[in-house]
């Protein structure tokens, strides 16, 4: 396993294995044809908007059992009218206090299968943070249980594997 990684963002090499992984869109936007995709959905970094569904641009931490830090998915959340207004409203404001909102994965993750269109607990923060993403309470999914418990070395290698990224 390689002990560095060149970062799709900025295009640099840096130390140390993966920490998090991105996706750039919702699973069903990133489905439409590069061509077309900007002709039939609205997005930037953080919002998107395709027909009349709304997504926000969300972390999901899954907390590593053995050491300190997390593995982060930065996925999105399908959420409806509301939600999605009151967080343009708050866009530019802490969020922190803001009661959680209501969500669905909008993106399949690889190391769990049925991931899409998992029910999530969206909790708004601070400007320069994307809003934490959490699995309900009773989900005994995979996904949840790891994100309650974390994951272990060899769980992380794991998914370090299955993402390409080993």
């Known amino acids: 396993m390689s002990d560095s990684f060149i970062c799709s963002i900025c ?12 996706y750039k869109l919702p699973h069903e936007v990133w489905a439409i044809p590069e061509a077309e995709r900007s002709e039939k959905a609205r997005f930037n970094n953080d919002l998107c908007q395709f027909d009349e569904r709304n997504f926000i641009r969300c972390v999901l931490d899954m907390p590593f059992a053995e050491a300190s830090g997390n593995f982060g998915w930065g996925v999105w959340a399908e959420v409806d009218w509301p939600t999605f207004e009151r967080y343009l409203e708050l866009y530019d404001e802490d969020g922190n206090s803001e009661p959680t909102h209501l969500g669905k994965l909008a993106n399949a993750l690889p190391a769990y299968s049925g991931s899409l269109g998992t029910p999530v607990v969206i909790q708004f923060r601070d400007p320069s943070k994307r809003p934490s993403l959490y699995l309900k309470p009773g989900d005994e999914s995979r996904l949840a249980l790891e994100q309650r418990a974390g994951i272990n070395e060899a769980r992380y290698h794991e998914i370090l594997n299955i993402i390409g990224q080993a």
Do not use: C, R, S
């Open 11 to 22: 295009g640099q090499e840096h130390i140390g294995l993966v920490t998090d992984w991105a």
